[in-house]
């Protein structure tokens, strides 16, 4: 049996372990995963609003409901677990860790109080153990830098008044957290141009949707005639985007000109600023206050800053420039990309990555899935045409480490019962309240 160890159970692990059960039958695959619960980025990043997106993990339920399927939860590779114990009981060793952690800014004023990474607040409002507690500081105005989904996700979610709310599966403390801010402004920072947004026409036109958001751009910073340097792909949506943003200029929203906030009774307003750069941020008594931004000239692609600056009062900033990859003692590793070293997915014989920690954090989930293919494709290839070790233990003999170390890890059925709970303790029309405390999925496990 050829015995095959997948590290992360989200989307990108969840595919391959859904390939490779099929095109290698005489199999037993592991997901491991460092929560008690699967689904990584799905149960954990994408936004508690957009349960449509969440439904794929009916697609992965049926998958670690197999025979041949097995979820290890609980279990950290590196702390819990070596690498170099899990090659012993291995054939096959597919990293899909994802990128867990928050690009940083480099600039100074980073480390004041009210500034966090996109993946500290996401994290937050989904429950997540690792960032349940943050309690993060929102008061009148945030600006988010970055013009990606992950961005709009964010600024959308702290837009959104609590009965817009209450169906999604946002945890409690996150809702009355959110219902007890007072933000007026929020401000969207991009450092090139509006046709350069990476963020998908769909996401903005949910957020222009909003009844309580007032939105504006300045129309000079709309690009009349699309740049020549926008990749063939991109440039339906970028047309998209831009026809929604120069469409808020011909309704009665507030002008965002000398970034001046308008009065608009019962509205967060919405503005967006481009071509900009943040460079700094200061602030009193360790609390973030302002933003100095530096303008950006445009030379197709490239960004150059000019010598003209913008301040903007906030008492948030959030960073939203991407993700990098946690690395893993042992395995090799590209610490300035924040990815894992590999050639085609492929990091040494027998070891693969996957997913956002292989080729960095762009591409939504079917991006994910077809990353997943093409492993696979590698994964089988190597595999007949590889001598495979006459016999490896898998997790039988993982176990035994783990006993050894009084680990105990979480089995799928182990994640039922608390999945139950988290289903059975919700209000309202919630589809679940969740857990956000590790200790106490374990504590109700061990009790049932």
Same mark, same amino acid.
């Given at each position: ?18 390939i490779l ?15 008690p ?23 992965f339920e049926?998958?670690?409901?197999r025979?041949n399927?097995r ?6 590779l ?9 090659k ?9 860790s994802?990128?867990p952690l928050d ?7 980073e480390?004041?109080?009210?500034v966090?990474?996109?993946?500290e607040?996401?994290?937050?409002y ?9 309690n993060p ?14 961005a ?7 837009s959104?008044?609590h009965q ?5 599966d946002?945890?409690?403390?996150a809702?009355a957290?959110?219902?007890s ?11 090139? &141009?509006?046709? #350069?947004?990476? =963020?998908? %026409? @769909?996401?903005?036109?949910? !957020?222009l949707?909003?009844?309580? +958001? ?9 690009p ?8 063939e ?10 026809a929604?943003?120069r ?7 507030p ?6 906030p308008?009065?608009v009774?019962g509205?967060?307003r ?10 700094s941020?200061s602030?009193e ?7 100095h931004?530096?303008?950006n ?7 150059t ?8 009062n906030?008492?948030?900033?959030i960073?939203?420039?991407g993700?990098?990859?946690? &690395?893993?003692? #042992?395995?090799p =590793?590209? %610490? @300035?990309?924040?990815?894992? !070293?590999?050639?085609?997915?492929? +990091? ?6 996957t997913?956002w ?7 939504v ?17 190597d595999?007949e ?7 490896k ?12 170390h ?6 799928y059925n ?13 209000t309202?029309?919630?589809p679940?309240?969740k857990?956000t405390?590790?200790?106490?999925m374990l504590?109700l496990v061990?009790?049932s």
């Amino acid at each position: 049996m050829v015995q095959i160890a997948i590290i992360g159970s989200g989307p990108s692990g969840c595919y391959v372990a859904d390939i490779l059960a099929k095109k290698i039958p005489d199999s037993q695959i592991d997901l491991f995963d460092k929560l008690p619960t699967p689904f990584g980025l799905v149960r954990a990043g994408v936004a508690p609003d957009h349960l449509h997106t969440k439904n794929i993990t009916r697609q992965f339920e049926r998958l670690l409901s197999r025979e041949n399927i097995r979820f290890v939860g609980n279990i950290n590779l590196g702390t819990d677990l070596s690498y170099t114990e899990l090659k012993q009981h291995y054939h096959i060793i597919v990293i899909a860790s994802g990128a867990p952690l928050d690009n940083k800014l480099n600039i100074k004023g980073e480390n004041l109080n009210g500034v966090y990474g996109a993946g500290e607040i996401s994290r937050w409002y989904n429950g997540h153990p690792d960032s349940a507690h943050l309690n993060p500081h929102f008061s009148n105005a945030v600006a988010i830098i970055g013009n990606g989904n992950v961005a709009l996700d964010i600024a959308r979610i702290l837009s959104k008044q609590h009965q817009q709310l209450i169906n999604s599966d946002m945890h409690q403390q996150a809702l009355a957290h959110l219902d007890s801010a007072c933000i007026k402004d929020i401000y969207l920072i991009g450092r090139r &141009s509006a046709a #350069d947004a990476s =963020f998908t %026409s @769909a996401e903005l036109q949910e !957020l222009l949707s909003l009844p309580n +958001i007032a939105a504006a751009i300045d129309s000079d910073q709309i690009p009349q005639l699309l740049p020549d340097h926008i990749e063939e792909g991109q440039r339906r949506n970028a047309e998209k985007n831009l026809a929604l943003l120069r469409a808020l200029n011909t309704s009665t929203q507030p002008s965002t000109k000398a970034l001046i906030p308008t009065l608009v009774d019962g509205k967060t307003r919405l503005h967006f600023i481009n071509c900009a750069s943040a460079v700094s941020i200061s602030g009193e008594n360790n609390q973030a206050t302002t933003l100095h931004l530096v303008k950006n000239h445009l030379e197709g692609a490239t960004a150059t800053p000019t010598d003209e600056y913008i301040c903007v009062n906030v008492d948030t900033v959030i960073s939203a420039i991407g993700f990098q990859s946690l &690395s893993i003692p #042992d395995i090799p =590793f590209d %610490s @300035a990309k924040g990815i894992f !070293l590999h050639q085609h997915g492929k +990091i040494e014989s027998g070891v693969y990555a996957t997913g956002w920690c292989k080729r960095g954090s762009h591409g939504v989930i079917p991006a994910n899935r077809v990353d997943a293919v093409n492993l696979a494709k590698t994964i089988i290839a190597d595999w007949e045409h590889t001598v495979l070790p006459p016999h490896k233990t898998g997790f039988s003999g993982i176990s035994t480490l783990l006993d050894n170390h009084n680990i105990k890890p979480v089995s799928y059925n182990d994640w039922l019962i608390i999945d139950q709970a988290e289903i059975k303790r919700a209000t309202q029309s919630k589809p679940r309240e969740k857990f956000t405390s590790a200790t106490e999925m374990l504590a109700l496990v061990n009790k049932s």
